[in-house]
Each structure stands twice: as C-alpha cells, then as structure tokens.
C-alpha cells in the first residue's frame, strides 16, 4: 500500500484547495467511451507485461513510441513525469568538422605499422590532424517532461502499471478512498501524435495540475546549449518552445512541444506554467513535437489548430493507432510453454528466474518486449543506442548510431522477425550518409568508395578517433552495412531495391578496397591500417593495428554479394573479374596456440580475449560461408574461441557485472550459426536474466544504461536457434537447446520469400506451416534422421533427399503448406 505522506497531502492542499482561479473556463465536452469503469484489479494485457513498482527514473519508465516520438512513463500515480523525446532531437553541439587529412601520410603510417610501432603510427595519425581529441555526433537528448499532480483521498492501494505490445498502451492503475483512477497514454503511428487519457472512478473525481517542463534544467550541457526557453498556457493548451545556442547550418534550431487538454465535465483554469484541472469526468490530452529547422518560423499556433481539430475521442485514436502498430508486432508469438506464470509481475518474474532454470514465462515477454521497443523506435530512422527515448541531457556514448556493434544487434531481428520494411529506415539512412562517407574514404585513406564510421547521427564524417581509439581506421563498417542491403534482397525478393539501392551501396564499399589494399610480400592483402572494433592486440596493448579478421570477413562476404547481386542483373561483367581476383588474395583465418580463429589474420598480433566485442566472429553472425561449412576444424576454432569468450563472461560477471549486452549477441548468433545449442543456450540465458529492467526496458550492462541493442539481438538469436535460411534451404532447429522439449513459434521470415507461419514441436513431432511467396523448390532439412514426413494440407509435394535429415518439397506461391515430421 502506498501511504500520502504528509507532503502529498499538502501539496493536494495547495494545488486542488481554495487557490486563485485564473482565466476559468470549461472544456470542450468529452464524449463518454465504454471501458471508463475500471475493475479494482488491473488485468494482464495477453501480450504484455505488469509491474508492481514504479520507475523511479526515466530508465525504469513505461515505453511507447511510433518510431518518431518516444515517451517513457514512470508510472507514480500522485506525481507523474512522462519524459518525452523525439527521433530528431539531436542538439547541436559544434559544426561538422571534417574528418582527419591522413592520406599524404599513409605511406608512413603503414611503415610504422610494418615496423611494429603501433604506438608511434597512432601518434602520427592524430598529429598530422586538425582535430587532436575524440568527438562524438550531436547526442540525442530528451525534449522535456509532461508533469501530472493528482489529488489523493487516503491511502493509494491497488497499484499496478502495465504495457500492452499489441497496443502501444502504457496503463497506470491504482485506488484510494474514492475508487480506481488509470491513466493510460500511447504514441500513434497513424497520427504522428501521443495520446493521454486520464480517467476516474465517478463524476467530477479527476482534479490534477499539468505542465510541459524541461528534463534537466540545472544540468550543465542543458544550460550551454539551450536558449530562449518558453512556455505558455491558456485554459485548453500547454505549449513548450526553447532554441539552441550552438546552432549551426543544416542543424535543428529549436524544439516545440504542444498539448491540447480537454476535459469531460469540470473546467480548466491557468496557473503561471501550468494548468488546472477540477471536478473532470475525465480527461484527455494531444502532445505533438516539432523539431524547428527555422526557428523564427513557429509552429506552434498551427498545431495548436491541428489538435483543436481533433475528435475527443481516445478509443477512435487507439484503433488507428493498434491496425497499423499491432499488425506488425502481432506477425510474431512465441510458446515455450510459459503458461500461468505470465500472470506474475515482472518483479517476480526477474526474481524467480535463475540461471539453473531460466524462467520461460520470462523469455516469452522480453521476446515480445525486445520486438516492441524496436518496432516502437523504428520510422524514417533506425534505432539509436536508446531507440528513440531519451532521458538526459549527458547521454551515454551521446546516444549515437554506434555501427561498430550496436546498431548491427538493434537492427539483427528486422527481417527475420518479420518487419522487413522497418529495414529500409536503417538502409535509408545508410544511403543518406554516403557523401560523407565518401570523403571520410578521401580524405582518410586517399581511395574512392565510402568508409562508415564507428558513430554518426547528424553527419558521417569520422571524427571519432584518438591516440588511445584509432577508430578513422575501422574499414569494416560499409561491407557490414552492406550485408543489410544484400539481405534485404534475400528475404523480401525485391529485385528493384537491389538494382537500385543494394547493388549501389556494395558497389560504393567494394570500391573503397580496390583502392585501400595493397599485396604483401607474399602476395596476399594486407589490411593496414585498421582498428579491429575497441580492442588491442594482447602484445601491444595499443588498437593500432593491421590484418582484423572483422576486415578480411567483411570484404569478402561483400564481394562474394557483389558478384552474386551483379549476375543477378546482368551487370558488371568488367567488374565481376576484379572482385574475383581480390577474393583470391584474401588473407586466411588463423587459429591460435589455444585453438581459436585469432583476432588479427597475422602471427605479430596476439590476441585479447578479455574484451566485450569479438568482432572475429563477423563471418558467423548471420549464417555460415560456405568456406567455413567446409572446414570442420575451421568450424572448431570458431566454436573454441566462443567457449574462451563465454567463459571470459562468467569471470568477469563475479568481478564486474560481465560482459555488455551485444557482445553475448554476437557470441550467441555465432553459436546459433555453428548449429551449436549448448553454446548458443549459455548465450542466451545471460541475455535473459542479466539485462533487463522491470519496465522490459534492455540495458547495456547488467541492470544498467538504458539501451536497445538486445532488443534487437535477443529476438534474433532465439529465432536463429529455431530456424535458419538461405535461397531455396530452410533448416528447423540448427540450435534448439534440451531445454526446450516442446513449444511453438509464429511469423519466422526466411530468405528466399518463405514465411514460416507456425513452427510447433513435441519431442521427435514437428508440425510447419509454410507459405512462399512465389513457386519454388525448397529443401527442408530437420536436425536429424527423418522417420515420416506427410503433407498435411494445401497443395504441392515431397520428395526424399540423399541426406536423411532433409526432404525436398515443391511450394506453391501464396498458399499455405502444412508439412508434419517425426524424427527418428
């Protein structure tokens, strides 16, 4: 129970007493809506969550969002702070600053390398450049706050806040003296808007104090960079606006914040900033931002006249908003059989979970969790570090696009988790920093083609680099965005995208290393100078260095699309040759005196496992090359080096709270691609109990730092556990743990157009439910010995394989198949 301190009881003194009435007047009539009679309990959303506590920081806040505007709701019920934010609110921090001029000097860089002085070269990049110190982008801060101040009567009981995944909905539910109040609040895909209902037991109960108020006003970075802030009110409205004082060309200049408040019954009234509200039925609110590229340009009396146009009517707003929301997060449902434990709050749900019995209620919801904060960051834009929230002005890493890992976990489950048009924001995106990407390719490496930084938001330019982080020199970062494009392909069979944007792209990266490499003495690339992502060689202790698997991995996987996406049109055929050439010169993967696929693909650097990333893995985060599926003992290196990092993990977690969030990620995609279960499991269970807050908000470290990347990542490796794809091959079950006897997944996509609708097992027993989007022959492969298979319904055929474990069947294009199997 939840107890009015005597402060609370004189704060509803204050606010909802005999104070002064200023500008009094009635709103406009609210239309009654069936469901305003609450029950004294909350009930569980069927996809969703509940939680017992309220977020005592915006961190631990209620998430909703349409990809544009995000709102974390900490649920108090007496004192509410929803902390609002927008996908464009990238404060200005400094003009674009171009990226380091090292190309006259590479020559000597290199020498250095060659001579083993990595100190020394790293020295000379950062000397021979303007800039002399680490820059991150314009970070992502947050808009400001809605405040909400209700009265009490009593004692607050009955408390409970939930969020509804189909929905969007975030729920605040609690009683006292009077009856239940709720307020509930979503962020609509349909109209660009958030939507705040507040809703009270009875006639003329609902007495509460608004206001639109900065996030962090005394923080230091808030004063330096904000200026001319203003807010407004009057009887119907609340209007926040403030400018940037480090503005600059092409920047954002300002931010304005509108909120329409209506009220059924009782009347508004204004005091100073804020607006008061008495004897309401109920009440409901419009809160739209407007990022200003013009700030002598308002906007604000014109959205003022959009949400004064608006029906008041929050179920008609809800369903716009769910038709197109929940259509995309409903594709999707997993069964591990959870069963009546999904009743639990999250609070019991994280405590009762152990690593000896991973609870499956648990994995169920943050499955759903993790897809609905990324489905709920995702518009015109990708996710950033914290999706599309943001709670301070001192943002962890500036809350960037951190392409080095992050971004690349955010974004892992897009396609096969069925939201494949949610990619193009990533590619977009991609496609808009090319010009910068191209000088940074100029003007770094004195080559053609594009070169991705490590971050970005505002501008690509690579100004993310330091004596100590030679980031200027990681040259992965195009090929690996590169994969995005190719799959996008692979998956939704979009020939114009790939002739028109895929192909382009790759082309733009496999230009940069016809340019940047050069043959050693015996006749193989070198890859020099590179940083392999945040991690020093064990020998050198310094990120200068040369040969990072991540490069040799990256650039061959983009030639060998390169090739394919060109024959695919029937282009590049003086081009098709040189790539073929330059995979001939690669560099191998080393194994170490331990066993593991080495870091750097040369015996002068030795490796440091005792680092989050393990970017060496490149290769196996998203299938397996078929050079490596040809080579068992390639295979065991591969699988060694993922012990030695996993077991790292469990070291540092007694010391230190284990590795980040997105390294166990790409261990366990890996895993997953090695069809290993127990490794990929060992992967999985940290993910599940160590990162998650009770809002089902992902964190970067364990039980802290706010971040979407394992919303991303988790989804995407539980589902590479259960099924795996490439044109024409399906395989169900490449790491599907013990632990798992029985269960059922829905909405799996797969390369080559082919959705598996439902995927159900029982012991030796599968049921798949196919549907290919075109005709086409597909091998279906089970992880083991088939015993029987039958076509249960729709039309097409089955024939056996050399290989016992697969059969191959004819499809049918946009009809579904019913296939069961029994293993032996």
Same mark, same amino acid.
């Given at each position: 129970?939840?107890?009015?301190?005597?402060?609370?009881?004189?704060v509803?003194v204050?606010?909802f007493?005999?104070g002064?009435?200023?500008?009094?007047?009635p709103?406009?009539?609210i239309?009654?809506?069936?469901?305003?009679?609450?029950?004294?309990?909350?009930?569980?959303?069927e996809?969703?969550?509940?939680?017992s506590?309220?977020?005592?920081?915006?961190?631990?806040?209620l998430?909703?969002?349409?990809?544009?505007i995000?709102?974390s709701?900490?649920?108090r019920?007496?004192d509410?702070i929803?902390?609002?934010?927008?996908k464009?609110?990238?404060?200005?921090?400094?003009?674009p600053?171009?990226?380091?001029?090292?190309?006259t000097?590479?020559?000597?860089?290199?020498r250095?390398?060659?001579?083993?002085?990595y100190?020394?070269a790293?020295?000379?990049?950062?000397?021979?450049?303007?800039?002399?110190?680490?820059?991150?982008p314009d970070p992502?801060?947050?808009?400001?706050?809605?405040?909400?101040?209700m009265?009490?009567q009593?004692?607050?009981?009955?408390?409970l806040?939930?969020?509804?995944f189909?929905t969007?909905?975030t729920?605040?539910?609690?009683?006292?003296?009077?009856?239940?109040?709720?307020r509930?609040?979503?962020?609509?895909?349909?109209?660009g808007?958030?939507?705040?209902r507040?809703?009270?037991?009875?006639?003329?109960?609902?007495?509460?104090r608004?206001?639109l108020?900065?996030?962090?006003?005394d923080n230091r970075r808030f004063?330096a960079?904000v200026?001319?802030l203003?807010?407004?009110?009057?009887?119907?409205?609340?209007?926040?606006r403030h400018?940037?004082s480090?503005?600059?060309p092409g920047?954002?200049?300002?931010?304005e914040?509108?909120?329409?408040?209506?009220?059924?019954g009782?009347a508004?009234?204004?005091?100073?900033?804020?607006l008061m509200?008495?004897g309401?039925?109920?009440?409901?609110?419009?809160?739209?931002?407007?990022?200003?590229?013009?700030?002598?340009?308002?906007?604000?009396?014109?959205t003022?006249?959009?949400?004064?146009?608006?029906?008041l009517?929050?179920?008609?707003f809800?369903?716009?908003?769910e038709?197109?929301?929940g259509e995309?997060?409903?594709?999707?449902r997993?069964?591990?059989?959870?069963?009546a434990?999904?009743?639990?709050?999250t609070?019991?749900l994280?405590a009762?979970?152990?690593d000896a019995?991973?609870?499956?209620?648990l994995l169920?919801k943050?499955f759903?969790?993790?897809?609905?904060n990324?489905?709920s960051?995702?518009s015109?834009?990708?996710p950033?570090?914290q999706?599309?929230w943001a709670?301070?002005?001192?943002?962890?890493?500036?809350?960037?696009?951190?392409?080095?890992g992050?971004?690349?976990?955010?974004?892992?489950?897009l396609?096969?988790?069925?939201?494949?048009?949610?990619?193009?924001?990533?590619?977009?995106?991609?496609e808009?920093l090319?010009?910068y990407l191209?000088?940074?390719?100029?003007?770094?490496?004195g080559?053609?083609?594009?070169v991705?930084?490590?971050?970005s938001?505002?501008?690509?330019?690579?100004n993310?680099?330091?004596?100590?982080?030679?980031g200027q020199f990681?040259?992965?970062?195009?090929?690996?965005?590169?994969?995005?494009?190719?799959?996008?392909?692979?998956?939704t069979?979009?020939r114009?995208?790939?002739a028109?944007?895929?192909?382009?792209?790759?082309?733009?990266a496999a230009?940069?290393?016809?340019d940047?490499?050069?043959?050693?003495?015996d006749?193989?690339?070198v890859?020099?100078p590179?940083?392999?992502?945040?991690?020093a060689?064990?020998?050198?202790?310094?990120?200068?260095?040369?040969?990072?698997?991540?490069d040799?991995?990256?650039?061959?996987?983009l030639l060998r699309?390169?090739?394919a996406?060109?024959?695919?049109?029937?282009?590049?055929?003086?081009?098709?040759?040189v790539?073929?050439?330059?995979?001939g010169?690669m560099?191998?993967?080393?194994?170490?005196?331990?066993?593991?696929?080495k870091?750097?693909?040369?015996?002068?650097?030795?490796?440091?496992y005792?680092?989050?990333?393990?970017?060496?893995l490149?290769?196996?985060?998203? %299938?397996?090359p078929e050079e490596?599926?040809n080579?068992? &003992?390639?295979? @065991?290196?591969?699988k *060694?080096? +993922? #012990?030695l990092?996993i077991e790292?993990?469990?070291s540092?977690?007694?010391?230190?709270?284990g590795?980040?969030s997105?390294?166990?990620?790409q261990l366990?995609?890996a895993?997953?691609?090695?069809?290993?279960?127990?490794?990929?499991?060992?992967?999985l269970?940290?993910?599940?109990n160590?990162?998650?807050?009770?809002?089902?908000?992902?964190?970067h470290?364990?039980k802290?730092?706010?971040?979407?990347?394992?919303?991303?990542?988790?989804?995407?490796v539980?589902?590479?556990?259960?099924?795996?794809?490439?044109?024409g091959?399906?395989r169900?079950?490449?790491?599907k743990p013990a632990?798992?006897?029985?269960?059922?997944?829905? %909405?799996?996509?797969?390369?080559?157009?082919?959705?598996i &609708?439902?995927? @159900?097992?029982?012991g *030796?027993? +599968? #049921?798949?439910?196919?549907?290919?989007?075109k005709a086409?022959?597909?091998?279906?492969f089970a992880?083991?010995e088939?015993?029987t298979?039958a076509?249960?319904t729709?039309?097409?055929?089955?024939r056996d394989?050399?290989?016992?474990?697969g059969?191959?069947?004819s499809?049918?294009?946009?009809r579904?198949v019913?296939?069961?199997?029994?293993l032996?």
């Amino acid at each position: 129970m939840m107890k009015a301190t005597g402060i609370l009881a004189a704060v509803a003194v204050l606010l909802f007493g005999l104070g002064v009435s200023i500008a009094a007047a009635p709103s406009p009539a609210i239309p009654p809506e069936a469901g305003t009679q609450f029950s004294k309990t909350l009930a569980v959303p069927e996809r969703g969550f509940i939680s017992s506590d309220p977020g005592e920081t915006w961190e631990q806040g209620l998430l909703s969002g349409n990809g544009t505007i995000g709102a974390s709701v900490l649920g108090r019920p007496l004192d509410e702070i929803v902390v609002f934010s927008h996908k464009r609110m990238f404060v200005p921090e400094r003009a674009p600053i171009l990226p380091p001029l090292t190309s006259t000097r590479l020559f000597e860089i290199r020498r250095l390398i060659d001579r083993g002085l990595y100190a020394q070269a790293a020295q000379l990049a950062v000397d021979v450049s303007e800039q002399k110190t680490f820059l991150y982008p314009d970070p992502l801060m947050p808009a400001f706050d809605l405040r909400i101040k209700m009265d009490v009567q009593g004692d607050v009981s009955g408390y409970l806040r939930a969020t509804d995944f189909r929905t969007g909905e975030t729920i605040v539910h609690w009683s006292d003296g009077r009856g239940v109040f709720e307020r509930r609040l979503f962020v609509s895909r349909a109209d660009g808007l958030a939507v705040v209902r507040i809703s009270g037991p009875g006639p003329g109960l609902v007495h509460c104090r608004l206001e639109l108020a900065p996030r962090e006003p005394d923080n230091r970075r808030f004063k330096a960079n904000v200026a001319n802030l203003a807010t407004t009110t009057d009887s119907n409205f609340l209007t926040f606006r403030h400018g940037f004082s480090r503005a600059y060309p092409g920047s954002i200049q300002g931010l304005e914040g509108v909120a329409r408040v209506a009220a059924r019954g009782g009347a508004t009234t204004t005091d100073g900033p804020a607006l008061m509200v008495k004897g309401a039925d109920e009440v409901l609110m419009f809160v739209d931002i407007r990022v200003l590229d013009e700030f002598d340009k308002s906007k604000i009396e014109a959205t003022k006249k959009a949400l004064a146009d608006l029906p008041l009517n929050y179920g008609e707003f809800l369903e716009r908003h769910e038709k197109i929301h929940g259509e995309m997060f409903l594709r999707m449902r997993l069964d591990l059989g959870g069963g009546a434990d999904h009743g639990l709050t999250t609070e019991t749900l994280l405590a009762k979970t152990t690593d000896a019995e991973p609870s499956r209620a648990l994995l169920e919801k943050v499955f759903d969790a993790g897809r609905y904060n990324i489905i709920s960051s995702t518009s015109d834009l990708p996710p950033t570090l914290q999706g599309v929230w943001a709670g301070t002005y001192d943002p962890p890493w500036a809350s960037d696009f951190t392409h080095n890992g992050n971004v690349p976990s955010a974004i892992a489950g897009l396609l096969m988790a069925n939201t494949p048009e949610l990619m193009l924001a990533y590619t977009s995106y991609m496609e808009w920093l090319a010009p910068y990407l191209e000088v940074n390719a100029e003007r770094i490496f004195g080559a053609r083609g594009i070169v991705l930084p490590s971050r970005s938001t505002t501008t690509g330019y690579n100004n993310a680099f330091a004596v100590s982080f030679p980031g200027q020199f990681w040259v992965a970062g195009a090929a690996w965005a590169a994969h995005f494009f190719y799959d996008y392909w692979l998956y939704t069979g979009d020939r114009k995208f790939l002739a028109e944007h895929a192909l382009p792209f790759m082309e733009k990266a496999a230009l940069f290393f016809e340019d940047y490499l050069y043959e050693g003495p015996d006749g193989t690339y070198v890859f020099s100078p590179t940083q392999s992502p945040e991690n020093a060689p064990g020998n050198t202790r310094n990120q200068m260095s040369f040969n990072a698997t991540m490069d040799v991995a990256a650039a061959k996987e983009l030639l060998r699309n390169a090739i394919a996406a060109s024959r695919e049109l029937n282009v590049n055929r003086d081009k098709i040759p040189v790539w073929e050439k330059m995979l001939g010169k690669m560099p191998p993967y080393l194994v170490n005196e331990d066993g593991a696929v080495k870091e750097w693909s040369t015996p002068k650097l030795t490796d440091n496992y005792n680092h989050r990333h393990t970017s060496q893995l490149y290769a196996l985060y998203d %299938g397996m090359p078929e050079e490596i599926a040809n080579d068992p &003992k390639l295979q @065991a290196a591969f699988k *060694k080096l +993922i #012990e030695l990092k996993i077991e790292r993990h469990w070291s540092n977690w007694e010391k230190q709270g284990g590795f980040m969030s997105f390294g166990l990620v790409q261990l366990g995609q890996a895993a997953a691609s090695l069809g290993d279960s127990d490794l990929a499991y060992r992967c999985l269970v940290p993910l599940l109990n160590r990162y998650w807050l009770h809002n089902l908000a992902s964190m970067h470290n364990a039980k802290r730092l706010f971040n979407t990347d394992i919303s991303g990542g988790l989804p995407a490796v539980l589902i590479k556990m259960l099924a795996a794809s490439d044109p024409g091959v399906v395989r169900l079950f490449p790491a599907k743990p013990a632990a798992w006897p029985s269960g059922a997944i829905e %909405g799996i996509l797969c390369r080559g157009q082919i959705e598996i &609708k439902r995927l @159900a097992w029982d012991g *030796k027993k +599968i #049921e798949a439910v196919l549907r290919s989007a075109k005709a086409q022959e597909l091998s279906l492969f089970a992880p083991g010995e088939i015993k029987t298979v039958a076509l249960k319904t729709g039309a097409g055929s089955i024939r056996d394989m050399k290989d016992v474990r697969g059969r191959k069947l004819s499809l049918p294009a946009g009809r579904e198949v019913t296939i069961e199997l029994e293993l032996k």
